[in-house]
């Protein structure tokens, strides 16, 4: 399981590790930058070093905790989510 999980981080969610530590251009005179190129930079230029292996282990520990909770949502019957809805709604 572990080195499926690592796959996923490596693959899906470079996405999501990237969007960690991207440029945010959402301030004032940030507009007309090439997001693209600075992003790359900055991904080339963390790998490796402390900041980045730390992002890298958030992003394995909420991977682990979104797998976690899908399990466990695969588990619950129809009759035990019919049950809290209606606890819900009293």
């Known amino acids: ?6 796959g996923a981080v490596s693959s899906s969610s470079g ?3 990237l969007s960690r ?15 693209d190129k600075i992003n790359k930079i900055i991904l080339e230029t963390s790998k490796g070093s ?3 292996e730390n992002e ?7 991977n682990q ?4 909770m899908m399990e466990q949502k695969a588990r619950v019957t129809k009759e035990q989510l019919k049950q809290a809805q209606a606890e819900v709604t009293l």
């Not at 530590?21 to 997001?35: Q, S, Y």
């Not at 890298?56 to 909420?62: F, P, S, T, W």
């Open 1 to 6: 399981m572990e080195s499926h999980h690592q």
């Open 15 to 17: 996405a999501d590790l």
């Open 21 to 35: 530590i991207a440029l945010n251009d959402n301030k004032a005179g940030m507009e007309g930058l090439d997001r």
């Open 50 to 52: 402390k900041f980045y």
């Open 56 to 62: 890298l282990k958030k992003e394995q520990q909420v």
């Open 65 to 68: 905790r979104i797998e976690k």
